[in-house]
């Protein structure tokens, strides 16, 4: 079965600081996608940035990018330029073709002025 | 376009009762996911369903079941609620059955709590 681990429960930053959040997976399975969602406090979730592991370049998305591990199972997420409205809960999350997410724990990130 | 939609917002119930949660798929999404948010257990996958099918189950008790109709609207029930059932229920829409490459979208959630 597959797992997800975010390390970090909780994390700040200082606005227009960079900050990188931890996501390690477990999966036997070669072809899958990564994702990391946020979930403001209004508790919408969307979409940051997706990884596809047949890819070796890294995912970016303005002012989020990621560092994708494959051998060593690590999917983490830099953000750069942090803003007040960075402020929300991430989450990495695992998928494949069964139809369903597999998610981390989450990350509180706070964004301080 | 309007977003995936879910009714109630939010609903609170007591121990015994069932509930039914309603979700509207984005238009012409035909694939429909849904999840538990708890602080405790975080965000578990409960069903998908594509065309009137449930393609996919993840692991709650019967209690939970859901269905989804020939416009792709899909609901979920609980019945014989517990208070552990109190939680945040997400759904999702994405455009094909679920494959995870197709973006899911989410909806703002119904938020039940069991008193």
Not at chain 2, 4 to 18: A, S
Not at chain 2, 50 to 57: H, P, V, W, Y
Request: glycine share 8%.
């Amino acid at each position: 079965a597959q797992t997800v681990t975010q390390s970090q429960p909780e994390m700040s930053v200082q606005e227009a600081e960079t900050v990188t959040l931890s996501c390690t997976y477990d999966t036997s399975e070669n072809n899958y996608y990564l994702f990391w969602y946020k979930q403001p406090p209004s508790r919408q979730m969307i979409l940051v940035i997706r990884q596809e592991a047949y890819k070796q370049q890294n995912a970016t998305e303005n002012r989020f990018s990621v560092n994708f591990q494959k051998a060593a199972k690590s999917f983490s997420l830099k953000i750069s330029d942090s803003q007040l409205g960075d402020t929300a809960m991430y989450f990495c999350a695992f998928g494949s073709n069964t139809g369903k997410l597999i998610f981390g724990q989450g990350t509180t990130l706070q964004v301080k002025p | 376009k309007a977003g995936v939609t879910q009714t109630p917002r939010y609903l609170i119930k007591t121990r015994g009762q069932q509930v039914t949660l309603s979700c509207s798929p984005i238009s012409g999404h035909r694939s429909v996911s849904w999840y538990q948010q708890t602080p405790g257990q975080g965000l578990q996958f409960l069903f998908e369903y594509f065309s009137e099918t449930q393609r996919n189950k993840g692991n709650f008790p019967g209690r939970f079941s859901g269905r989804q109709f020939s416009n792709s609207r899909s609901e979920m029930n609980v019945s014989t609620l517990e208070l552990g059932d109190s939680a945040l229920y997400l759904c999702a829409s994405s455009v094909d059955r679920g494959f995870s490459y197709n973006e899911q979208f989410f909806g703002p959630g119904t938020r039940l709590t069991v008193l």
